[in-house]
């Protein structure tokens, strides 16, 4: 019977992938962090009384963040040159012996040893975090990463959830015991121990470069070879002033509930919940808007929702019924604000710097996470603000942040107002949509008949796109001004585009940004105009060097609406039934590109190249 059992647990065992073991393993880690941390927090609140809880808040966020800061690069660089499977072991091994000594340090009253005992978490989890990133690629095929960020994710926010409930909650029917709070803590790194072992071994991925004791130098070093990716220095800081908000948002939450909404600081535990709630529903939005591709554009839209809802929650802070839909709504537009910025970090690092971009990324979020800590000291302690007047700061510096990033990602944010406005304008009908490379820009030739145009190419393609137009139509000023907020070009008209070199080199500039080119020509023949392009000289070494298909595209609309009924006619106004439909394709000197590696050594299309992914979802590290 009892081999029975244990063949029967064995195969059990083997049947679940390594990802999944992986998953459950960061699922576990994640609680754990998140209920000792609240559990340090009512454990010093008791201690010292309620009235110092901002200070008590301050200080364990500071002692939690320095880790993170001392031994991020350190990690990152340990992450590419062990085997992660054999670090990932290790760190939970670690943890174990962390949560018995928190046990201790509860039983005995012992502030020195609950700050230790953070601090030395705190540790483990630097430790651990590039290494449960950086070895997805190594545990599965490059098409299904996307969805294993997505899912793993999804659960980090979940155990943000269930850490953050369970740490209030187990003191609730305990009668604040922290005893069986911390015995609860070793029993969960126990099973997170067991379940990293059944990760498959990785062999190391053969970096050399050494530990460095001048880390900064370090960091310094990679976000320098990062600077060369588009967007990706950007998409790192705003990833890190995302952990600044929501670390001030945690620590500010529990003064709030108290001066604010007259709770407990229990109570205030269970109101963060509700933006973790948010935050994971968020994430879960941002990858079902995005689709295939990252979207950007989301980024400074949510920052907008952001910097709304914490003046309303300032304005109205001392109704309950109203601060707790603000803060889900605000954990929401955290989601929303998030995952674009964290999952183009890990598609469009290079390979050889994954590990070490991550650990970048960790340091500048919990630089973040030290400014939130000395913010909510300033803010209480030097100015005497109550804790609502913390949002308003708050929603100041958002704003000021959402306004360089609208100028930042503006072509992702024109794109992607262009495709909403397109499928409302439009009733759209695709075709040939199977031409258009997922890996490269590409120049699209087309027959300009109105302003309109220019949202049904933003609204049939996911790549940002630029317009040069052969002829200026008479337009009213607003109509002018759409045109100068889309980047369009005017081609001057006493020369044709074919031997205009100047135009050219800038649609050449513009293609080496990763950014494809739209085409408007004046002919009504889009194939003849096709044709004349194709075989233009100058136009075919552009392809050569940049290696981008040219695409013929045909845009028919549906304008006469007499002979339908009044509904019908009035309907179609608004909704114009229009088919699109990319056609002739020309890529040239398409065998030599892949021979003579000349798509490989370019960054541009490199980054275009990784840009594209099957099945975006979502992507993030643990977080609170």
Request: glycine residues 6%; hydrophobic residues 45%.
């Amino acid at each position: 019977m009892i081999s029975t059992l244990k063949e029967n647990f064995f195969v059990l065992v083997r049947k679940l992938s390594s990802f999944t073991y992986l998953n459950m393993t960061q699922f576990l880690g994640a609680m754990n962090d998140n209920i000792y941390k609240l559990l340090t927090i009512y454990f010093f609140i008791q201690m010292e009384g309620i009235e110092n809880s901002h200070i008590v808040l301050a200080t364990t966020g500071a002692i939690f963040v320095l880790p993170f800061l001392l031994f991020s690069s350190s990690a990152g660089i340990i992450a590419d040159r062990y085997s992660k499977r054999n670090i990932i072991i290790t760190t939970k091994s670690l943890e174990f012996c962390i949560m018995t000594l928190g046990m201790i340090s509860f039983a005995y009253s012992s502030k020195i040893g609950a700050y230790f005992t953070l601090f030395l978490l705190a540790t483990h989890s630097t430790l651990f975090s590039p290494s449960k990133y950086s070895i997805l690629p190594e545990l599965l095929p490059p098409e299904k990463i996307p969805k294993a960020n997505g899912l793993m994710t999804s659960f980090t926010y979940l155990a943000i959830i269930f850490g953050t409930f369970l740490a209030s909650f187990i003191l609730d029917i305990t009668d604040r015991s922290f005893m069986v709070a911390s015995a609860f803590c070793i029993s969960i790194s126990l099973i997170g121990l067991f379940t990293s072992c059944c990760i498959q071994y990785t062999p190391p991925s053969g970096s050399s470069k050494r530990l460095n004791a001048h880390f900064v130098h370090d960091i310094y070093v990679t976000l320098k070879a990062l600077r060369s990716e588009p967007s990706l220095i950007a998409a790192i800081v705003g990833s890190a002033f995302f952990l600044f908000l929501a670390a001030y948002v945690q620590l500010n939450m529990i003064p709030f509930a108290v001066q604010s909404l007259h709770l407990t600081d229990v109570q205030g535990g269970y109101l963060f919940l509700l933006t973790a709630i948010g935050i994971g529903s968020g994430s879960i939005i941002a990858g079902k808007i995005s689709g295939k591709r990252v979207e950007l554009a989301l980024v400074p839209l949510a920052g907008v929702g952001i910097t709304i809802s914490f003046f309303l929650l300032d304005l109205l802070s001392n109704n309950i019924y109203a601060a707790i839909p603000l803060v889900i709504i605000i954990g929401i537009f955290g989601g929303i604000y998030l995952i674009p910025l964290d999952s183009y970090i890990q598609i469009a690092s290079p390979k050889q710097y994954i590990g070490q971009a991550v650990a970048a990324t960790t340091f500048l979020s919990f630089i973040g996470v030290l400014c939130s800590s000395i913010l909510l000291y300033a803010v209480t302690e030097i100015f005497g603000f109550q804790a609502d007047k913390g949002f308003t700061i708050l929603g100041f510096i958002t704003a000021a942040l959402t306004v360089l990033y609208g100028f930042i990602f503006f072509d992702y944010l024109t794109r992607f107002v262009g495709l909403i406005l397109s499928r409302l304008h439009f009733q759209i009908t695709f075709s040939g949509q199977d031409k258009i490379p997922a890996e490269v820009p590409a120049i699209f030739v087309c027959t300009h008949t109105a302003w309109n145009d220019t949202l049904l190419l933003l609204g049939a393609q996911r790549q940002r796109i630029r317009f040069f137009i052969e002829k200026e139509q008479e337009h009213t000023k607003v109509l002018r001004r759409m045109y100068h907020l889309l980047r369009v070009v005017f081609i001057p008209e006493m020369e044709p585009l074919e031997n205009n070199p100047e135009c050219l080199n800038a649609i050449k500039r513009t293609l080496e940004k990763g950014i494809s080119v739209c085409i408007f020509t004046t002919d009504p023949n889009v194939v003849r105009e096709f044709e004349k392009l194709k075989h233009a000289h100058l136009v075919r070494q552009v392809l050569r060097e940049t290696h981008c298909p040219l695409i013929a595209v045909h845009i028919d609309k549906e304008e006469k609406y007499k002979q339908s009924r009044f509904f019908t006619r009035l309907m179609k106004k608004f909704r114009v039934p229009a088919a699109i439909s990319f056609d002739q394709v020309l890529w040239e000197n398409k065998p030599e590109a892949k021979k003579n590696g000349n798509f490989e050594k370019n960054s541009s299309f490199e980054l275009a190249k990784k840009t594209n992914f099957q099945e975006f979802q979502q992507e993030g590290y643990q977080r609170i």
